[in-house]
């Protein structure tokens, strides 16, 4: 492609300024909404990757499947499994559907027993106070780590270190003090309990064994080796941990990292999805881009017929609309793409979220809109260059 067809053809796009105009704007909203959602979907994965790691992505939890309810859990296996290859660290965990009564208020909650290892194994972040300590489990403390929101909903601000309230277990209240703070959002723990109840509660495991009358766990924490933390590895472990308690296929371990791949996938094919019937508008962009360049073939068929009666060539005036027609095209797509990036980065910005560029999409969508600018550009680029040059310069 010249220099002098480019010119040419942007020389014949500002004459028809109206017309060129409409359809770039055509082209640019079909680029924009791709775009846009691919942009979103990115984000979007981004958001998942992020959350998983701060949640702590290499957890998982061993408990007994619904075959395997007659199965215990006791400290042996907490150090038998925290010995198994791709396991860094294991933890005890109790648990408990329950509900908190602050300042004479209830709420459902959900009842953890931890130990110290909670804050590398299943990602408590205290923001007040601390967490629970090896003493608070030596001792059978009545001590407890609240959720923010909880702490919020009733006191009206995060930091009510010091406080008491009461946990219901085992069908009583029992008094605790709080001790800490954690920090609200998604923990190991609420994702595997996939949000249903937004309100935890941590006490020593220890001190919710005495209550319960349990001296077994319902199940236990681990923490995996990033390196090799998949599903292959969580397969292996499957297999070790019911072979350890001789109970066939009665344990399963719930791995984040497979979880984070569904979720991954499914945003992946629901962005492809309707960036596919964003990209349908392109197509129609390239039928409005094709009756453009029709209608500026009848109107400079006098011009048509003037160049070919000097010497120019059809094979000239077909390269020359099929430029125009090209240029329409990328001209619109690049405004489509600045204007759908610039959409995505404020919107970033005012969910402070990190903007990550599509670049796969953006380049598709320049690919696939200039190629339509070139496939529907072919017919009324053919039409120009079979003028016959005298019955041309007649009309």
Not at 277 to 295: C, P
Not at 364 to 369: D, T
Request: glycine share 10%.
């Amino acid at each position: 492609m010249s220099n002098s067809k480019v010119r040419t053809a942007l020389k014949s796009i500002k004459r028809g300024k109206g017309r060129s105009l409409l359809t770039l704007c055509g082209v640019a909203v079909g680029v924009f909404a791709v775009v846009v959602i691919s942009g979103i979907g990115a984000v979007g994965s981004e958001r998942i990757t992020s959350t998983m790691v701060t949640m702590g992505i290499n957890s998982a939890l061993v408990e007994a499947s619904d075959q395997g309810g007659g199965i215990s859990l006791t400290k042996d296996d907490v150090d038998a499994f925290g010995r198994l290859d791709g396991v860094n660290k294991a933890m005890p965990l109790m648990a408990s559907l329950s509900q908190s009564k602050i300042l004479d208020e209830c709420f459902n909650c959900y009842a953890w027993g931890v130990d110290q290892d909670a804050k590398d194994i299943i990602s408590i972040e205290a923001i007040h106070g601390r967490l629970i300590n090896n003493r608070d489990v030596e001792n059978h403390s009545m001590v407890c780590v609240i959720d923010e929101v909880l702490a919020s909903e009733t006191y009206g601000r995060s930091n009510i270190v010091g406080k008491k309230i009461r946990l219901l277990l085992e069908g009583s209240y029992y008094e605790f003090e709080v001790v800490g703070i954690a920090k609200s959002g998604i923990t190991g723990l609420q994702n595997i309990m996939a949000g249903i109840i937004p309100d935890f509660v941590y006490v020593p495991y220890s001190t919710m064994q005495d209550i319960t009358g349990k001296n077994t766990f319902d199940k236990i924490a681990l923490l995996l080796d990033g390196q090799s933390a998949d599903a292959d590895l969580t397969n292996t472990l499957t297999s070790e941990v019911n072979s350890i308690k001789d109970s066939g296929n009665g344990l399963v371990i719930s791995n984040f990292q497979s979880q984070k791949g569904q979720l991954t996938d499914i945003l992946g094919i629901t962005t492809t999805a309707l960036s596919l019937i964003a990209g349908i508008s392109l197509v129609v962009s390239g039928i409005t881009v094709m009756t453009t360049m029709l209608v500026s073939v009848g109107e400079r068929t006098r011009e048509i017929g003037i160049k070919k009666s000097i010497g120019a060539k059809s094979s000239d005036i077909m390269w020359e609309f099929l430029t125009e027609s090209v240029l329409l095209t990328a001209i619109g797509s690049i405004l489509g793409i600045m204007l759908g990036l610039a959409c995505c980065a404020v919107g970033c910005g005012i969910l402070s979220l990190p903007f990550t560029v599509p670049i796969g999409a953006v380049g598709a969508s320049l690919a696939f809109s200039v190629t339509m600018g070139a496939v529907f550009g072919v017919y009324p680029a053919a039409k120009a260059a079979g003028l016959n040059p005298i019955e041309a310069l007649r009309n």
